[in-house]
């Protein structure tokens, strides 16, 4: 019998996805405000840029507030051990949250890059405006 499968993580996941994109469609035009999704071992981060609010999503749709206080966020990506680094592109600054919720600031910025994310060995990158991929270091 031909059809689709979906079971364990990999079914929450399409789940997940299918929530936050129902809610994007949802929100009022209005609303400025857009969101981030990165997706963690168990669960998905998701970040309202504008409000600077880190939310944690299950498998089930639940979502609890992780994190909060990073200003207006423009990356967000998840590490190996699954902790989560957040760009804060109004403070200039890289943070990491570890997956009790600690937040700890890891760099100050002299510009905001384009985008973060961690590579296979676990190194944080940024992708600059103008293309280029460099560490943080």
């Known amino acids: 019998m031909y059809g689709l499968y979906f079971s364990g993580f ?40 504008e409000e600077g609010i880190i939310y944690i999503m299950y498998g089930d749709g639940e979502w609890v507030r992780f994190a909060d206080g990073f200003g207006r966020i423009s990356g967000l990506c998840t590490a190996p051990d699954n902790s989560v680094y957040v760009l804060s592109e109004s403070q200039l600054r890289l943070f990491r949250v570890a997956v009790n919720g600690k937040v700890q600031m890891v760099r100050k910025l002299e510009s905001s890059p384009q985008a973060i994310f961690v590579d296979r060995d676990g190194e944080v990158k940024f992708v600059q405006r103008n293309g280029v991929v460099t560490g943080i270091n």
């Open 10 to 49: 990999v079914g929450r996941s399409v789940l997940a996805v299918v929530f936050v994109m129902s809610l994007l469609v949802l929100m009022p035009e209005s609303s400025s405000a857009g969101m981030l999704v990165a997706e963690g071992k168990r669960n998905h981060y998701i970040a309202n840029q």
